[in-house]
């Protein structure tokens, strides 16, 4: 799997690139992209790539009648929620059968017998099947053309750069780019950096931070109070690097083929809010949740008591999206209370307390939350929380664990300044200089340098939202 990272970067991506320029026709290159993005998608699981065609097919025909009958609403949106409810259904078999299945069994003994089927998830169907609905509504609102072209909007739902886990591409935002795009040296040499600078959050952070994780989250009973804590601000750091960087790829890619793909990630972890946070993290999936759900059930124009539900179902559905399992449904209720409280009065108090303390409120509750995330065993999940406040017998730091976090302790910093807007802000200010732009040179050559050895030399360590 180290050896299909390094086919991807050296190999694989090398040739697409080299048959996507040669091409002269502009027209003709989202056929190359189109193509490659199956290959690509198909690589690791060849049987998906049926399932991916279908969802193409399945939308694209959607969008054509919902176009047609556009006269005739009742016949127009009978289109929209029969292709809704096929993307859920495929979307349900694949994701949370399982689960529903296993959810069943604790309700209904005769089903104990039974074994729990067990369906392989195709890589980032959460992720393609949000896109290809998003076309569908957009142009039955009027929000968007019809693409008439099914390559075109094959390019659009198989796009290999962010494929596989996200940022979510809404097709009314790189329309226009599928049809008309110009590709340039300054925007190639930016998706370069932008790439190289997420590969390095991935593969130089946010692996020395799972490896730091999970020797914590094993030791939970051993570890102490601090050594807990650590493990878990440990997790929220990779959490970060690992998805943030994957977005920064895929940005960095999109941009070198002439695509303009809106940022995931706006430096969530200087929020002052839990509301903030959530306009700060995965923002795609926020924005679409907003658009295509909040929104459309009346949002915060009907009251106070439907918002509350709106947000109240939103949050439900984003917990599930993220995973068949009931700690996702738990994570999702924990963050859409404390949302639902910061609405009623919580949000106006922590704009009148010093900013230090609504930013510690806002961290300590996102690091607990993430401690949700993570564990899918409910008793690991108890024993890990009680160890954040007893220690379960360790005292405040163990011996062995304050070693292994010392070995660990520049990276856990170097992370943790990276997580702000420090390093952007020097580099805002001194951009302009020559040195400096000898220096971002130089950097990005040697964290590719670094990021590569760094493959070749360790296991395997997926990104966390290839899951999704």
Known sequence: MVFSSLLFMFLYFVVVLALYFLIPNRKYRNIVL????????????????????????????????VERFRSNKKKCK????????????????????????????SFLPILRSYATPIIPLPIGISFYTFQAMSYVIDVY??????????????????????????????????????????????????????????????????????????????????NGVLGSWTGLIAFSLQIYFDFCGYS???????????????????????SKSITEFWRRWHISLSTWFREYVYIPLGGNRK????????????????????????????????????????KLFLLKYLER??????????LLLVIFGWLLFDFTDTKQLGSFAASLFTGCGAGLISHEAFVYIIAYMPILIAAIIASTPLFKNLYDRYKGRAWCRW??????????????????????????????
Not at 439 to 468: D, R
Request: net charge positive; with cysteine; aromatic share 16%.
């Open 34 to 65: 189109c193509v490659c993005s199956l290959l690509f998608y198909g690589w690791g699981e060849p049987s998906f790539i049926v399932l991916m065609i279908f969802s193409i097919l399945l939308n694209y025909t959607a969008g054509m009648l």
């Open 78 to 105: 009978a289109v929209l929620v029969s292709s809704i409810a096929v993307n859920l259904l495929l979307l349900g078999i694949f994701k949370y059968t399982g689960f529903i299945f296993d959810t069943l069994k």
């Open 141 to 222: 609102r009027n929000d968007t053309t019809v693409q008439r072209n099914p390559v075109y909007f094959g390019t659009y739902v198989a796009l290999f750069p962010q494929l596989i886990a996200g940022p979510i591409v809404r097709y009314k935002d790189i329309a226009a780019q599928l049809v008309d795009r110009r590709e340039n040296i300054d925007d190639f040499a930016s998706g370069v950096k932008l790439f190289t600078i997420g590969l390095a959050k991935k593969v130089l952070i946010a692996n020395q931070m799972a490896s730091l994780w999970q020797y914590l989250r094993e030791g939970s009973a051993t």
């Open 248 to 270: 920064e790829m895929a940005i960095g890619l999109g941009r070198m083929f002439g695509f303009e793909f809106l940022k995931n990630f706006n430096y969530p972890y200087i």
């Open 303 to 342: 009251g106070l008591s439907r918002t509350l539900i709106n947000t109240a179902i939103v949050w439900s559905l984003t917990g599930l999206w993220h995973g068949a399992s009931w700690n996702f449904v738990l994570w999702g209720a924990y963050f859409g209370l404390i949302i639902m409280i910061e």
């Open 353 to 362: 307390i010093p900013k230090f303390l609504a930013h510690i409120y806002a």
């Open 439 to 468: 220096a971002e040179v130089v950097l990005i050559l040697a964290a590719l340098v670094l990021c590569t050895a760094s493959l070749v030399a360790g296991g395997y360590n997926p990104f966390i939202y290839f899951k999704f």
